[in-house]
């Protein structure tokens, strides 16, 4: 791929503009809230475009276009399933008691409701795995911008990461949400050409369709089993997700995504942000607006690229050393092949904006989750909040270069991150029924909690460790105690996972709590569903309210379940 | 926090409509094959025009409180 002068140029004006917002916020932020929390004055669009985009780093760019053209459309249940029904749940039900809570972050809710080692457990853990996915998508952007690019590994890793830095310590979270927002703008803009172009080219959605049926046939699928998403998911082994409806469902739809969008601190700090209740609860619900047509600029073109291996001139994926198809590169490939320079710089600077938003969203949760829930509640607390502030400051640094440390931990031992991230994954998986109870079941308590957290994770690992997927061999990806069951894909072994976790951590949490002694309601004001006060008609435009966005966002992912059946 | 986004937005995307489109008018014909032909430098450098137009204005309309 050609870099010139005016693909630099862009990037350039991109950069000036980033640091010119973090120069203009830097005085803005006087306050402990301000850095962490922006003051609490964030505009609903503007919190709901963030919340978007904050799960959206490079590698979820890159990785949907790989599994769009890995796995067709089904990819999209990541989106219609999984992430919409949890999105418009957060909105409706739960940011009234994180946000009328006055918490100022996950874990501290979870102090609030349950006790100090429940939060202790999810902020320890949760800062701890910041650090380590924001390393690991350095690592991922710095071997991409590598390879197809030709800069060098170190270079852009310091560079980046420098920036972001940069940014971050000056505006905290409100800079980091206002360069999500940028950056969702230019993820439209830079993608949106390379989707018209590259359907003109194949021939409309019939083209794509037709091109991918051969491909589908070759694997051994139906035809339409590239472009349908529930068609062929009465057998795991009918379709290219080796999955089948109950584990999509179940697995995916209700455990992963509520556990991921409604506890993840990452995000449901960008709507702790906005600046009412009524904007709080509209962030996740304006988010699933963009989220419910953003397969068409991030999983179409990975489809397009696998239609066009086809042709003779078309696109060929390079290989891995291990002989499969390097789907990670459809993206750039497909960058590559459509856009001139200038438009080139473009697209390009939207996979830079996701990869410094996706590590900036990180090292503004560490930062917070840090100082308000380890440092200050446990090393020093009292303190001035100038104090406060300073330690977000200095809490910043340290994140982008344990972020720094842990991106070459990776680049030089895969393995130990597999690890790592495999760990994290039995420690998430149970989270949201820890919620779910916490929230709507008044009778739960801080010892359920935490048993039921812990018995969650062990679950899940000894789940893990007596399953394995169909090629696999026992070791990281399952099957270390012994195999008792083997799946048909890793996928589906994952969905089986978490279900289990969750399952575990549920029942564990109803009868711990049912033998130890509960909350007095006067402590739970607030705090749980039932007692909480509901909403005073705050003044929002009509088109925004809950009430009417959250049944129509979900008319819409079910008609486009239907039309994709 | 007292910073209209959608001020640097505007700006930001004006910015790169204007590279654009110059790059657009003054680049050689022969780099937009890849393109299917279409100058998709000009006619998108539009399209991010009116974008970053219509933030500037929004920006300037109604200042925040």
């Known amino acids: 791929m050609k870099f010139t002068v005016v693909d630099g140029l862009i990037i350039g004006l991109y950069l000036l503009v980033v640091i010119a917002i973090g120069v203009a916020l830097r005085r803005r ?16 669009w503007v919190a709901g475009l963030a919340f978007m985009s904050a799960n959206m780093g490079a590698q979820e760019v890159i990785g949907m276009a790989a599994s769009g053209a890995k796995y067709g459309l089904a990819t999209s249940h990541f989106y219609w399933v999984g992430a919409i ?39 320890a853990t949760f800062a701890f795995m910041t650090i380590i996915s924001s390393g690991i998508s350095m690592y991922a952007m710095g071997l991409l911008l590598n390879l197809v690019l030709g800069w060098q590994f170190d270079l852009s890793i310091w560079l980046w990461a420098g920036v972001v830095l940069l940014y971050v310590f000056m505006g905290g979270l409100t ?61 795991a082994a009918a379709n290219p997700l ?18 991921y969008w409604c506890t993840d601190f990452l995000l449901v700090q960008r709507a702790m942000a906005a600046h009412s209740l009524s904007a709080a609860r509209q962030t996740p619900l304006i988010a699933a607006i963009p989220k419910l047509l953003f397969p068409v600029l991030v999983i179409l073109p990975g489809m397009i690229a696998m239609g066009l291996t086809h042709r003779a001139g078309g696109i060929a994926f390079p290989l891995k050393p291990d002989g499969s198809l390097n789907y990670d590169l459809a993206m750039p490939l497909m960058l590559a092949r459509y856009l001139p320079t200038g438009l080139l710089g473009l697209g390009i600077t939207a996979l830079m904006a996701s990869f410094m938003s996706g590590m900036a969203g990180n090292v ?10 380890l440092y200050q509640a446990h090393i020093r607390p009292n303190a001035a909040d100038k ?41 998430n998986a149970p989270l949201f029924a820890t919620f779910l109870l916490g929230m709507f079941w008044n009778r739960t308590t801080g010892h359920g909690a935490f048993v039921g957290l812990l018995s969650g994770t062990i679950g899940a690992a000894l789940h893990h460790g007596m399953t394995i997927s169909g090629h696999g061999v026992p070791g990281i990806k399952g099957g270390w105690i012994f195999v008792a069951h083997t799946y048909p894909s890793e996928m589906a072994q994952n969905f089986a996972t978490a279900i289990v976790a969750w399952t575990v951590c549920f029942v564990v949490t109803v009868a711990v ?6 909350r007095p309601a006067e402590h739970l004001q607030g705090l749980v569903y039932s007692l909480t006060v509901r909403e005073r008609k705050e003044p929002t435009a009509w088109y925004l309210s809950p009430a009417l966005l959250a049944p129509l966002v979900l008319a819409a992912a079910l008609c486009l379940n239907l039309i994709f059946w | 926090m007292g910073l209209d986004l959608r ?27 890849r393109s299917l032909g279409f100058n998709v430098n000009l006619g998108w450098g539009c399209v991010l025009l009116v974008f970053g137009v219509a933030m500037l204005a929004a920006s300037q309309r109604r200042p925040k409180k």
């Open chain 1, 29 to 44: 932020t006087k306050t402990s809230e301000d850095f962490f929390l922006s003051g609490r004055t964030i505009p609903a």
């Open chain 1, 85 to 123: 029904p949890a999105m418009v749940f957060l909105g409706l039900f739960m940011m009234p008691l994180y946000y009328g809570s006055r918490a100022r972050s996950v874990p501290e809710y979870l102090k609030l409701r349950f006790d100090e080692k429940t939060r202790v457990l999810n902020a």
């Open chain 1, 175 to 235: 800079s980091g949400i206002y360069n999500e927002v940028l950056q969702f703008f230019l993820i439209v803009f830079g993608f949106a050409p390379v989707v018209i172009l590259g359907l003109v080219d194949i021939g409309g959605w019939p083209g794509l369709v037709a091109n991918l049926a051969e491909i589908s046939q070759q694997r051994g699928f139906a035809a339409d089993a590239l472009t349908t998403v529930w068609r062929h998911t009465g057998s």
């Open chain 1, 242 to 259: 080796g999955v089948g409806w109950f584990g999509i469902v179940m697995g995916l739809g209700f455990v992963l995504s509520f556990g």
């Open chain 1, 364 to 373: 503004t949760a560490f930062n917070t989750v840090w100082t308000y829930d």
């Open chain 1, 387 to 427: 104090h406060y502030l300073h330690v977000g400051r200095l809490a910043t640094v340290a994140g982008v270069l344990l972020s720094i440390a842990a991106a070459y931990l990776a680049a030089r031992f895969n393995n130990i991150m597999d690890l790592l991230q495999l760990v994290f994954a039995f420690v």
């Open chain 1, 513 to 518: 709590s049912l033998v130890t002694a509960p």
């Open chain 2, 7 to 33: 001020l640097p937005i505007g700006v930001l995307f004006s910015a790169l409509a204007l590279v654009l489109i110059v790059y657009g008018l003054i680049s050689d014909p022969a780099i937009y094959a």
